[in-house]
């Protein structure tokens, strides 16, 4: 059994508070860079290690997975001298995630959940938004701006079969 991932790009509505959450990672992913300040860290383990509580509790109205990925990015900018960047996307973990029929839901917070309209050109991309739908296939890390998503989709494919049945239904 192999993975096979097909990542779709959709142009995409956000409601307010998804919109909300996109202006909060750029203050979370600079509030990590302001407390690593000029520290070099080997490895994101000992990044997150060194300001993981802070950041928790700094902000904690959001859904820890997304004060996880806001250390990640922030992670990755210092390693690549970004750190100054404005940014204007989140990056979603698939634990925050699932997909509607063509929206995706978001856990801000425990309970609270933001929205996001998909806009659906093609028979491959409703197929595969169908298959996240009905979890045949897993969803990959979701990078999201304003305007713009995209999603992974994972998909195992069995090399022992003649025919690849899921990889036939997107061909």
Request: aromatic share 10%; hydrophobic share 45%; net charge positive.
């Amino acid at each position: 059994m192999v993975e096979v991932t097909v990542s779709l790009l959709l142009k995409c509505q956000c409601d307010p508070a998804v919109k909300k959450l996109i202006l909060s990672f750029d203050e979370m992913v600079n509030w990590w860079l302001k407390q690593a300040g000029n520290q070099k860290f080997k490895s994101y383990v000992s990044f997150r290690q060194a300001f993981y509580k802070k950041a928790r509790e700094k902000f904690k109205p959001w859904n820890s997975q997304h004060v996880e990925n806001s250390g990640l990015v922030a992670f990755l900018m210092q390693k690549r001298g970004l750190a100054n960047k404005k940014l204007s996307f989140v990056l979603l973990s698939p634990l925050t995630v699932s997909v509607q029929k063509t929206k995706l839901r978001i856990s801000l917070a425990p309970r609270k959940f933001g929205f996001v309209m998909l806009t659906v050109k093609n028979k491959l991309q409703r197929e595969v938004l169908s298959l996240l739908e009905d979890q045949i296939c897993r969803l990959g890390q979701v990078f999201l701006t304003e305007k713009w998503v995209v999603l992974p989709a994972i998909i195992p494919v069995d090399l022992t079969q003649k025919e690849a049945k899921l990889i036939s239904r997107l061909l």
